[in-house]
């Protein structure tokens, strides 16, 4: 039979960051406690949902070490240290067998699409340098190579060699894996959606994205597969159907962090070249999450019940809706959040001021205003620091750097209504003042 140590839903977890690229250890340990304290059987750290590529040796060595040191004996540790460079690979399993882990998760290389035998002779090297069990990780569209069951299968009967996470949604493959490999063999299932399946079809359990944001819902799918109530696990994952789907709408782990910082667990900071989700995806993500029953941060929660804001220029309108978010959500919103009436202070500023003839206009135009990185400018200064940027903002707000409204050519401020000249102009300038403000701290911070 196959060993039940391995059987379960194990996290593919992420790495959480700061804004500054750096891991933020706090949300690491969060995370941990979360997973340890829903259901979840094991956390797989420096996977590629954990951005393996740009994850240091350093780092994954200190994440692996402070994994175990906050869950104890609770949930399984495996960690992620395969590459495409078997010497590489070799080196790396000696080094992590000799750490408090559980066992360690080999990617089939990529980029360089060995063949079955250099795939056989990869894994044979590094279950020869291993002290802890090894896990094969077969994923074809991340590596650009498939590894076939009958390779698997005389993989499978080597030492060291446990279980195989397999991500092709195939239960043709799932049976051959079984039918092939010695009844010890563990397979996991790669790939959410037809995890409830593969269950179905012999596997013993998941390694999961979707577990990231609904670890318990994800446990309890799998728990009611394992032990044979099909009708209970499909309940469950209906809910966590668009889970599955939504969270792979851009490249993993793009969604599966921005949702995490949606509900508060962390910042949703990536390391390039992954880039945050495009703002049309936002909604998406977030009916997905809803729909699963996530908790959502209360800010979060709000915005789920406020009406989308009307559609204007993303540049040159003000943050209003954007600032009643905490900072940490205020990407959630665009900079277009409109005001009522749906337009942003600026287009109705550049309504409602006078027409001029067409030497003054072309002399006024907003392109010619304040010299780019000037304090009433708007725009950023060259190379300059979040302390600059904040005395520009309080210039603005003291009134420091409002040019008088009586010269012609005077420069602009930004979100302005008036041009100058004429008591009338005037007077909408200094009405606009503090949307001119809030549109400058909307843009440092």
Known sequence: ???????????????????????????????????????????????????????????????????????GRRMLLIVGCGSNDTASTVERVRTFSAEDVDGLLLATPAYNKPTQEGLYRHYEAAAAAAAVPLILYNVPSRTAVDMLPETVARLARLPNIAAIKEAVPDMARIRALRELCPPEFVVLSGDDASAREAVAHGAQGVISVTANVA??????????????????????????????????????????????????????HLRLPPTPPSQRLYSVVAAALVHAGAPLAAAARKAEHEPAPAA????????????????AHRHELPRSAALPGGRGPAAAARADRPRRPGHQRRAEDSRTGPARGSAGSGRPLPGGSAGAHRAAAAAVRSGAARAPGARRAAPRRPCAAGRTGGRRAAGRADQAAPAAAAALMGRVE
Do not use: Y
């Open 215 to 268: 670890p318990a819902l994800m446990s309890q799918m799998i728990a009611a597969a394992l032990a044979g109530d099909a009708a209970r696990a499909a309940e469950l994952d209906a809910r966590l159907a668009p889970l599955h789907e939504k969270l792979f709408v851009e490249t993993n782990p793009i969604p599966v962090k921005w949702a995490l910082e949606r509900m508060g667990m962390m910042r949703g």
């Open 1 to 71: 039979m196959p060993s039940p140590a391995l059987a379960g839903t194990h996290v593919a977890i992420v790495t959480p960051m700061r804004d500054d690229g750096e891991i933020d250890w706090a949300a690491w340990s969060r995370l941990l406690e979360w997973h340890a304290s829903n259901g979840t059987r094991g956390v797989v750290v420096g996977g590629t949902t954990g951005e393996s590529p740009t994850v240091t040796a350093t780092e994954l060595l200190e994440l692996t070490r402070r994994a175990r040191a906050q869950v």
């Open 312 to 327: 204007v220029d993303d540049r040159k309108s003000c943050p209003a809706s954007r600032d009643r978010l905490p900072r």
